[in-house]
Structure formats: C-alpha cells, structure tokens
C-alpha cells in the first residue's frame, strides 16, 4: 500500500498488518527505548537523499490508546498541536468536497504578520483506524523556501498496562532553489546549529551533533513530537486550562535540550503563542 502527498512522494506501507508490523518495530527497539540520550523511551532517525530528507521518532507514552486515538483522530486537534511549534503562526481546519485541509501559516521564530507568512495547505486523512491501531496523514504539495511534498504521518499501536506506541514521521522534498535558500541559512543565521544524532566526539569530550539540513529535520521532527505528548498530556486537564497547560509544558519539554531546540525565552514565547492563538480564534 502506497500513502502518497499530494505532489507525488509516496511512503510504502506494509501489507501485512500494520498493527503487527509496528509491535515489532517496538520490540526491535525496546533496547534503546529503555537506555538513550533524551531520558525518555524516545528513538530518533534521520535519513538524506539527494531531494529529500526525513525524521522519525519512535516513543512510548504513558497515555492509554483510546485517549491517544480520540485526541489525535481531529483535524481541529491537530492545529492545537501545531500551534505550539515556534514556527506556526496559524491552523485553522477547513471541510472541501475533496476533504478537510489543515490551513497553516508558517514564518518565523518571532512575531509575525499573515500576509508575511507562508501559507501551507495540509490534506488530512484517516489511513487506519482499529481499537488497536491509527493512522493519520498530513500532506501537502507546497511548503516554505522552496520545499514541496511534505508529509506529517502518525500512527500508534496499544501497549499493556495503559501505554501507546508511537511513531511521527515530519518528512519533505526540496528543490533546487530550495537548496540554495537553505544553504542560504545554513551559513547565516542557521550555523552552529545541530540535530541529536552524534557522529563524533569533540576536543572537550563532549558530542559532536550532526548539522545541515538533516541536523533542522531533527529538530523539527523533535518539535512536533513534544507538541503531539504535550497536547496528549494536557488532554486531562479542564478544558479552559488546557492550552496555557500546552504552552508552559511545550517550553518545557523542548528545553530540557537547549543546545538543539533553545531559541527564545519562555516569557517571549508565552507572549507570541497567547497573542496567536487569540488571532486563530477571530481569523477565518
């Protein structure tokens, strides 16, 4: 079975049972889950070709698998879980004859006008959906900077003892003159920044992190990843609280690793994500 974006790229899922096939994915990597540089039960990969590159995350939550399904099987969720990434600017989900369409925005790090931002549709779809098993898709033909047939896909399984299994996969094309802005940035206000996969040590001892563009995949892909378990963890709080709860345990979550995800102050960020929320609730 072939899940394809919009633009073409496609991802090969396995004909045999998807829920079987992802079990044992997580046994294969029970190792790692237990033992790993992020203190979590958390894998992460990255992968490169000449036009397209990708991140994975592999994690077990502490939620049981109804509360995963029902709180992610919602296009108007997935813009609460979207909003909190520092780049998202704004989600709205939209109803078509073709099917719903995550409208997103995306910009900067910092406060940003609509009309300056990048407009990004995303075709929402259910590809599985069993007691024991989802699938959701993200896909859209265009992104920022030159970048196209991007895929967002999340499935989870259900564990014993009132746990999930996920997997995120943030995937994207980029094109020629996508490169060029990307290197652009990579040599500008992008240098020094790195992913989490360690391909050497430095001078002090310390790790030496992948960077370029496989480095910015990691982060991202780190970024939605704590935004989807933060969105799930603060499912239980009363309604009213639960996005302020998103918001402080986002910034939390992602500064537990600075040297990969530290891009602002907490209050400043509590100040752009309030005021941008607020301007999703008035703009249609």
């Not at 997580?26 to 992968?47: C, G, I």
């Not at 004859?97 to 609509?114: D, F, I, M, Q, R």
């Not at 001078?203 to 480095?215: M, S």
């Amino acid at each position: 079975m072939m899940i394809c974006a919009t633009g073409g790229a496609c991802v090969t899922l396995a004909q045999s049972d998807p829920a079987a096939t992802l079990r044992a994915k997580y046994a294969s990597l029970e190792p790692q889950l237990r033992l790993n540089q992020f203190k979590r039960p958390l894998v992460l990969d990255s992968t490169e070709t000449p036009n397209r590159f990708q991140g994975d995350i592999y994690a077990i939550v502490d939620y049981p698998f109804v509360a995963v399904s029902t709180g992610l099987n919602n296009p108007d969720h997935w813009c609460d879980v979207l909003l909190l990434h520092i780049n998202t600017k704004y989600c709205h989900a939209l109803g078509k004859a073709s099917g719903t369409v995550l409208s997103v925005y995306v910009g900067t790090k910092t406060p940003e006008e609509l009309a300056d931002a990048v407009r990004v549709e995303f075709d929402y779809s259910v590809a599985a959906a069993t007691p024991e098993y989802f699938k959701i898709v993200l896909s859209a033909k265009d992104g920022p900077l030159g970048t196209r047939d991007y895929l967002i896909l999340l499935d989870a399984v259900a564990l014993p003892n009132a746990r999930t299994f996920l997997h995120l996969t943030y995937s994207y094309a980029i094109t020629f003159a996508g490169r060029l802005a990307m290197q652009a940035y990579l040599a500008t206000i992008g240098s020094g920044k790195v992913g989490f996969t360690a391909i050497g040590t430095r001078n002090d001892g310390q790790p030496d992190y992948i960077g370029g563009v496989r480095g910015l995949v990691e982060r991202n892909t780190m970024r939605y990843y704590l935004a989807v378990d933060t969105f799930l963890d603060a499912a239980s709080a009363p309604p009213l609280a639960q996005f302020e709860q998103r918001l402080q345990n986002w910034f939390t979550a992602v500064d537990q690793y600075p040297r990969q995800l530290h891009e602002m102050e907490r209050g400043e960020y509590l100040e752009m994500k309030r005021a941008e929320y607020l301007r999703q609730q008035t703009a249609r």
